[in-house]
């Protein structure tokens, strides 16, 4: 309505009409717009919380595989104590077993050192007794003179 109390020319009704077609495509803009920020907002939330969660998955897995690393670690620890146990054991008989033997062949050296000593004096003994000096014959060895 004009000032006056007469409606407007068509001129300013143009305009008027043009400013509130103007206004209600700002408001339709303002809406898309808010719609707009609200979904890409939205967006972001989920993507925000889609990364948390794949963080935390990740930390998760990365535990269960320290975890399972420790583990492993654990059992060749384990695995390599018994091993070294059993290789000193072995070692251990193997030492027992070698000084048995080495013990076994000095007695035996020995008796065969006495019974080759026993021997040779039993030989000289005889030796005397048949008269055999040197390398030579002995009167008593069955010649004839």
Excluded: C, Y
């Amino acid at each position: 309505m004009a000032q006056d109390g007469q409606p407007p020319d068509p001129g300013t009704r143009v305009i008027l009409t043009e400013l509130r077609d103007l206004r209600l495509e700002m408001r339709a803009d303002r809406r898309r717009a808010d719609e707009e920020r609200r979904r890409a907002n939205e967006e972001r939330r989920q993507e925000a919380a889609q990364a948390t969660l794949d963080r935390r998955q990740a930390a998760a897995d990365r535990r269960r595989s320290d975890e399972r690393f420790e583990q492993m670690m654990r059992e060749f620890r384990q695995d390599s104590a018994r091993r070294e146990a059993a290789t000193h054991r072995a070692f251990r008989e193997v030492r027992i077993v070698g000084l048995s033997i080495v013990k076994t062949l000095n007695r035996h050296t020995l008796l065969l050192e006495r019974i080759v000593t026993h021997h040779g004096r039993l030989l000289e003994r005889i030796d005397r007794k048949l008269g055999v000096r040197g390398n030579g014959p002995g009167p008593g060895n069955g010649r004839r003179a």
